[in-house]
């Protein structure tokens, strides 16, 4: 069995296209524990590679062999810790197979199921923010007829992250225009204000060690391209509130407006690490080593307010290129490609092979090839 206290040597990151990933190993890297990071996705063509010690190409977390799939690489790579990062399709599979993982001694970094589960439902979770008596926008189910009193409104889908499927609409005509051919969506108050990201660390349930709030100045895609820290207690102390009361042990992301009044609204919460964690670490608080502290139950000190605030980030384009001999170029750097992962595994001890087809049902997801999709960001659909 799986001992907490076993030092945190190998890691291996899912939705290695997305900046978080990205953000996650820079910061693994300044920590220096970890000696190999290995990141996975759907598609070799990833610029990850060019920052991982191998790379594992992964179905889509919308299939089923998925779970199965990180398990298999998990084994082979002898990894310690698998971290996901994509609440909404990676973080439910991972969730059931917890026991196969922990039968080879990898640990994952996963919240409790009812924090997905809620996190993920916009609507579940704007109740929970008023059973907290926490101040959030406006939330109620869409449906044909029903009153708004106010615009403009947000029409979002009721699951899922980022601005996916949410539209801005200005009248009730362009509401339903909007929802035609939907279903399961909210409307939600377009609150005004200032956009804050605030990055968590939760070293044990009910105890926040950490709060960095982070003006969201220019966004693309979801994703912060500008920001900027602030000490701000008003925002890092409702932030705390929702988070402890939550349970939560390990990363979380809070969204939010703040007003013109000083008021802050919370509208999403995110239990993994954020997409601009970079920028925590460059103010001071390194979220990758607080992880594997946490990991290997060392003592966690808090680190409330220690941050450096008014520090900026300005994001920039930059480009990773493959040589025809599988060398990676990072701007002028060569270095070797990171290792390959075989096409055919060897599969995991026949016992645990037997009991994942079991769980999952299906046949077995190396009798035949899986078809790959492209990826965009490294986002799964």
């Not at 920039?316 to 270095?335: A, H, I, K, N, P």
Request: one cysteine or more.
């Amino acid at each position: 069995m799986t001992r907490s206290k076993d030092p945190v040597r190998r890691i291996l990151i899912t939705a290695a296209g997305t900046v978080t990933a990205q953000s996650l190993i820079k910061a693994l890297r300044d920590d220096g524990r970890a000696d190999f990071i290995a990141a996975g996705d759907m598609n070799e063509l990833n610029a990850t590679r060019a920052f991982s010690d191998a790379f594992v190409v992964l179905p889509p977390a919308t299939q089923p062999e998925f779970a199965t799939a990180c398990l298999e690489a998990a084994h082979r790579l002898q990894i310690d810790l698998l971290v996901p990062l994509i609440v909404e399709s990676e973080f439910l599979p991972l969730d059931d197979a917890r026991a196969r993982f922990e039968a080879i001694r990898c640990r994952v970094l996963l919240p409790p199921r009812t924090i997905t589960e809620r996190t993920g439902d916009k609507l579940n979770f704007a109740r929970y923010l008023d059973e907290l008596g926490i101040p959030g926008p406006q939330t109620a189910p869409y449906s044909p007829g029903m009153p708004v009193k106010r615009f403009p409104v947000y029409l979002k889908p009721r699951r899922g992250s980022g601005s996916v499927g949410t539209t801005r609409v200005d009248s009730l005509q362009s509401l339903h225009e909007a929802a035609q051919g939907r279903s399961d969506l909210i409307v939600q108050e377009a609150v005004e204000g200032t956009e804050f990201t605030v990055d968590c660390f939760a070293a044990e349930p009910g105890r926040v060690v950490a709060a960095v709030p982070r003006e969201r100045i220019a966004i693309k895609a979801g994703v912060s391209v500008k920001g900027r820290t602030y000490h701000h207690p008003r925002i890092e102390a409702i932030v705390r509130n929702v988070v402890e009361a939550s349970g939560l042990r390990g990363p979380a992301n809070v969204q939010g407006m703040l007003r013109d009044d000083g008021s802050f609204s919370i509208i999403e919460m995110n239990p993994r690490f954020s997409g601009t964690l970079a920028l925590t670490t460059a103010a001071g608080i390194n979220f990758a080593s607080l992880m594997i502290d946490m990991i290997e139950e060392r003592h966690i000190a808090d680190f409330s307010g220690r941050h450096r605030a008014g520090v900026v980030m300005m994001r920039y384009w930059s480009e990773v290129f493959e040589e025809s001999d599988g060398r990676l170029r990072l701007g002028t750097q060569l270095r070797p490609s990171a290792q390959a992962i075989p096409a055919q595994p060897e599969g995991l001890p026949p016992k645990l092979e037997a009991e994942g087809r079991a769980e999952e049902g299906m046949v077995d997801p190396l009798a035949a090839p899986v078809a790959h999709e492209s990826v965009d960001g490294g986002k799964r659909r």
